[in-house]
């Protein structure tokens, strides 16, 4: 999709500091992070929100959720813990409309969230 932002992150038209890429996902770090490591995973294909999803993307999510470990494991926060985040729509307060799932790592999260 050319006006999405993460699209563009994924195609490399935008650039991003990227910490893992390959066919089906890319994560990068966020800009404004909330969290010592804040990065976002997100799938190549676009896909708007959470709702979006059909059967077809279930790999996909999975393959999304066990890179946000692997990630977390390889920046040294897989024991201590670490939070993993879908916003969707405007009372979570989704503001890019390509699905990413955030990490945050690094620091004590508290509960409930904001
Ligand atoms: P959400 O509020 O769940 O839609 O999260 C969107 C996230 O994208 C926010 O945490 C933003 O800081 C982040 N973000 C927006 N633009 C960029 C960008 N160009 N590079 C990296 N992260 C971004
Ligand atoms: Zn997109």
Redesign the pocket.
Known sequence: MEDC??CR?ASGT????KAYEDDALVA???????APV?V?VIPRKHIATVNDLTAEDEATVGAMVRRAAAIARDLGHAEAGYRT???CNAA??????HI?L?LLAGRDLTWPPG
Request: no cysteine; charged share 5%; hydrophobic share 50%.
């Open positions: 932002l993460f992150i935008i650039p991003a500091r990068f770090h966020d800009l404004n992070p909330q804040h976002l985040v879908f916003n979570a307060g989704q503001t890019v409309f990413h955030h």
